[in-house]
């Protein structure tokens, strides 16, 4: 489902043209109670006149104000502030007055009245003051009715400002209190009602409130007045793709419902956290309800593999930061990526096109940031760096106002900015941000995924003559960008490109991450005002109405910090992992609303790629995903008497070699799965075996802690050495490099050449020890980056990271409650997958150790194979089971037996899977369509 931005330009001027009024055009925070209609006579000279004038309409009644809308739209709105009458009141006129017969006439005499949106044009709001009378003649109802109301509205504008909050807040209540939810709009007669609680509904700039009614089978929201263009909004449970609980305000009292049947999420605000967290709660206790997994480390993984863009990943981050589009307060912030303005062409391959993305914006200029630093240090606490924030409401609509005028006015009192502020130019607007003593403004994603309409003045907008005379028309674009939309296309491809994605974590520090707040934002120059920060202040204990209100419009002005996301520097990306850009064919139209979103359906499948490593550690390079889809068993074989604990298939894929608890390593043909070498090496279990380049030498480990070297052409074993002081557990080998952990608490690391090896059949050479605190389980080795690395696990679920070079240790993460069975490298060495009988599998981020996936499969995993992508494990059930960490799905589950699935095996080349059971049993298993 594609995302919609809140200036939504086909939606705007369709329903514009009919609805004039909107809750825009009037204060913030102000309440639309209901409308009435009537006849309008503006009396100038002569009641005759009047009549002959009279002009039909609505009368909205709001909290702060009445609103007159024309039928005929050539005529403008009229606003009349309570603030501004004179007299209100019933006129009656003279005795044998044309208009006094008209019924009910409701007399408003103003010092002043607003014209809005005359001949349906959007501009600055013309500001008549003079005195004069407005006469309104209802056509239905009574005003005996009406107007108590009315005067009691006026008499709390007449209060300070404080009072007025509070009385007008009384009448809001009390309204509001004897309105319930119309029943009849229930869908079906055997909905159960769950819950009914007040609400308000949230738009940029906007707050609509009435009742929220959840029932078994669907959320209805009823707003109190009729300016919504449905009377009830009703969302079907079985659609709801999403909920996300928000932060509205810096108060946790948000709820965003994301439905498959609308683009445009329903965006929640209620009284308090806890009637918030009630609905929440209530809502996902019904059966109808059934959510997709969203989780923040499944989509840090993907990010990293490639499977989504760094706009996708950046949109997911704002989200979970309560970043929301349709709250304008907390719109989604994008980094300025480019510093290059002038060029005639913007090279990509070249560092010095692109910002520092690991310093705020605000420090780029070292000169304004050390005057800043110096005004800082006269400051009372609490100190702050930058007065202003990287992302407001003021600074969404500086970027918009061209798309959506309306909100500018709304949040400006009626005008447009002077022209000289206005956005005019990309160029001067990056040269005020990293210059101006003020201006520390980051950028919106409109920047980076849209046809580029917000930067024309399609709507020929009258936004004012600069001080040199030229008149504020499209905005000026830098000398690469051929248009609009070619300047959308090469932002977006500077935002995909490897320099941008190498470097975009630092900027992820700063605005979601640990250089946020407290002495690592200190030292990374990151310091806003302390109201911007979550936390700050808690609306809810301040009893003072102004004061509370005085906060809000601060928090407002002053920006509002994103949700800290992360306590650890954030994985980084590497240009390997680098989708292709988003051609300018896939950016969509404005006027369609839609941009590239999250969702599973738009993660783009990609083929395994894989190093061309030892079989018995990755699955095949060369095969596509879909080969592991559909495997099959295609044999079984009893090859021992008690559980298969190690399998390894042949580099030609001929042989299958097995090691078990019943002591023998047994080499069977894959092609008929007959016996060819049967070898009792010990008097214990055998634990593991690895294979050697070309399949003529087999490393067994053993519990008797013995490592043996059995000669595939000499059908016995050439050589034994006790290597430890327990048990052998498992083992790897890359590029001359041995590795075995024991259950005596050590992984040890030789040198082992099987060249060398078969000539003189000497020891392996012993090249460091790395002690653990309990028994090692598990063990991996990466080799094949600049970083050497030797990764443990151990019976108490902890994994360690090693430096192979140093034999120090990195880090170490108790990631599991119980036994860990398995640990791998991904190919590139970035990551780590660990699987465990506590159910879970895991992948640990190897630079920063953040923990970016975690999965729970609901039974113990006894082994497995992995490729940095896909997971082959063998489970509890007698299962294998296939999965996609990208794709956060399980692709393919086989039945192979009763017991347990001990021991797995993939190919190089064609994907084979071997796996072992409990009860001495081997399966083979192929794609669907190979021979064997």
Known sequence: MAVDYFWRADDYHSYHKTERFTLLVLAPGEIYFEDFSVFYYPIEKSEDEAFKRKQKGRLKLCSKSLVFDPIDSSYPMLKLQYKDLVSIGKWDGSLLSRLASQGDILMVETKQCIQMKESGLLGPYKHIREKKKHLFSLNFGSLSTTLPLIEQLHRASTLNPHDEASMIATIVQSIQARTAFNTSWIEDLYEKIILEVTGEKITPLVCNPGKVLLTSSRLYFQPFNNVEPLPVIKVKLSDVSKVIKRRYLLRHVGLEISSSTSNRPLYLVFESEEIRNSVYNRLLEQEDLSLEESEQENMLLKWQAG???????????????????????????????????????????????????????????????????????????????????????????????????????????????????????????????????????????????????????????????????????????????????????????????????????????????????????????????????????????????????????????????????????????????????????????????????????????????????????????????????????????????????????????????????????????????????????????????????????????????NLYVYSVDFGRAIFESNIHNDAVSSMCWKNNILVTASWDSTVKVWFFDPKQFSKKRGPPELQGELDHDTEVTAVDLHVDGDEKLIVSGTKDGHIFLWNLDSMVLRSQHWNHQDVVTKVVFSPDGQRILSCSEDQFMKVIDVDTGLEIYSKDIDQPIRSASSDGQLVVAGVESGDVVIWDLIKMNCVNTIKLSEKPIRSIGVSAKSNIVVAGSDDGHVFVLKPAGSQL
């Not at 959506?404 to 502020?421: S, V």
């Not at 292709?580 to 790629?609: C, F, Q, R, Y």
Request: aromatic content about 10%.
């Open 307 to 705: 499977a989504i863009s760094n706009f996708d990943y950046l949109m997911y981050l704002n989200s979970q930061a309560d970043r929301s589009l349709n709250d304008i307060t907390q719109y989604p912030v994008f980094p300025w990526v480019i510093r290059d303005y002038e060029s005639d062409h913007l090279d990509l391959e070249d560092p010095k096109t692109f910002r520092d993305l690991s310093i705020p914006i605000g420090a780029i200029d070292k000169s304004r940031l050390q005057q800043l630093k110096v005004r800082s240090k006269s400051m009372p606490e609490p100190k702050f760096l930058y007065g202003s924030h990287y992302s407001t409401p003021g600074f969404v609509l500086y970027y918009l106002v061209r798309v959506a005028p309306e909100y500018m006015l709304c949040l400006q009192n009626g005008r447009f900015d002077k022209a000289d502020r206005l956005f005019n130019s990309i160029k001067s607007c990056w040269d005020n941000c990293c210059t101006g003593h003020s201006d520390f403004k980051e950028l919106i994603p409109e920047f980076y995924s849209s046809d580029g309409k917000f930067l024309q003045n399609r709507m020929n907008l009258q936004l004012g003559t600069r001080q040199d005379g030229v008149r504020v028309h499209h905005v000026a674009l830098p000398p690469w960008a051929n248009d609009a939309k070619d300047y959308i296309q090469k932002s977006r491809d500077a935002l995909e490109c490897s320099y941008v994605s190498e470097n975009i974590h630092h900027w992820i520090d700063l605005i979601f991450g640990y250089k946020q707040r407290g002495e690592e934002a200190w030292k990374a120059d990151n310091v806003f005002y302390y109201l911007t920060y979550e936390g700050a202040v808690d609306l809810d204990t301040i009893t003072n109405p102004n004061e509370q209100e005085s906060l809000k419009q601060q928090i407002l002005e002053f920006g509002q910090t994103p949700k800290q996301l992360f306590m650890h520097p954030h994985p980084h990306r590497k240009a390997q992992n680098i989708p292709h850009p988003i051609p300018l064919e896939s950016l969509l139209d404005t006027d369609e609303l839609a941009h590239h979103g999250l969702n599973e359906e738009d993660i783009p499948v990609i083929e395994v790629k894989l190093e061309d490593i030892d079989s018995s550690q990755n699955l095949d390079e060369k095969k596509p995903l879909e080969d592991l889809c559909n495997l099959k068993l295609v044999r079984t074989m009893k090859s021992h008497k008690d559980a298969v604990l190690g399998l390894s298939i042949s580099e030609k894929e001929d042989n299958i070699f097995s090691v078990s608890l019943d002591s023998q390593l047994k080499m069977n043909s894959l092609e008929d799965g007959t016996q060819i070498r049967g070898m009792n090496l010990s008097s214990m279990a055998l634990s593991c075996c690895v294979l050697m380049p070309n399949s003529d030498l087999v490393l067994v480990g053993s519990w008797d802690n």
